[in-house]
């Protein structure tokens, strides 16, 4: 059996719920039962708290809301000893440019950033034309970056891609 955490700092964004409810999917998909909490919400540099997020052992994988969080949270596990990707590994949501400079590059989601903000410009222009349509969600594609953090190889770095999706 597989242990995994998904890590948010409180008073998170809304886009956090997404990625945990993507997060929950995936566990389910993948027939994988948490014994523990799978949901943490805390500083990810508070060592106490980690510690105890940790207990009753190191889960295999956490998954974090944003890099920052991620960066906070792999700078806390290093001060604890635990060693990336070998005692557990972390995985963000982002992929801001120092991702690839910290210690254990970090596995992570990258946004379309410009693409955002052409479908939120998009979307404001529809909304001001047509101010009775009903409300939509808007899926873009976005790609996932694997790095050491996972556990892959530094010569095996590979970007994998998502289908673009609109409800």
């Given at each position: 059996?597989?242990?995994?955490?998904?890590?948010?700092?409180?008073?998170?964004?809304?886009?956090?719920?997404?990625?945990?409810?993507?997060?929950?999917?995936?566990?389910?998909?993948?027939?994988?039962?948490?014994?523990?909490?799978?949901?943490?919400?805390?500083?990810?540099?508070?060592?106490?708290?980690?510690?105890?997020?940790?207990?009753?052992?190191?889960?295999?994988?956490?998954?974090?809301?944003?890099?920052?969080?991620?960066?906070?949270?792999?700078?806390?596990?290093?001060?604890?000893?635990?060693?990336?990707?070998?005692?557990?590994?972390?995985?963000?949501?982002?992929?801001?440019?120092?991702?690839?400079?910290l210690s254990v590059p970090l596995t992570t989601i990258h946004q379309?950033?410009?693409?955002?903000?052409?479908?939120?410009?998009?979307?404001?222009?529809?909304?001001?034309?047509?101010?009775?349509?009903?409300?939509?969600?808007?899926?873009?594609?976005?790609?996932?970056?694997?790095?050491?953090?996972?556990?892959?190889?530094?010569?095996?770095?590979?970007a994998l891609h998502s289908q673009s999706k609109s409800e």
């Open positions: 059996n597989r242990d995994f955490r998904f890590l948010a700092r409180p008073g998170y964004s809304s886009t956090t719920d997404l990625r945990l409810a993507g997060c929950r999917e995936a566990l389910a998909k993948a027939e994988l039962i948490q014994n523990r909490p799978l949901v943490w919400c805390g500083d990810p540099a508070d060592l106490k708290f980690i510690q105890e997020m940790l207990l009753p052992g190191i889960p295999d994988a956490i998954l974090c809301t944003n890099d920052q969080t991620a960066a906070k949270l792999m700078q806390t596990l290093s001060s604890m000893g635990v060693r990336l990707p070998h005692d557990v590994r972390v995985v963000g949501f982002d992929d801001v440019k120092y991702a690839t400079l379309p950033c410009r693409a955002i903000g052409h479908a939120a410009v998009r979307a404001m222009q529809e909304r001001i034309h047509h101010p009775d349509r009903t409300p939509q969600q808007i899926l873009l594609p976005f790609t996932l970056v694997v790095r050491d953090s996972c556990g892959a190889p530094s010569a095996q770095h590979i």
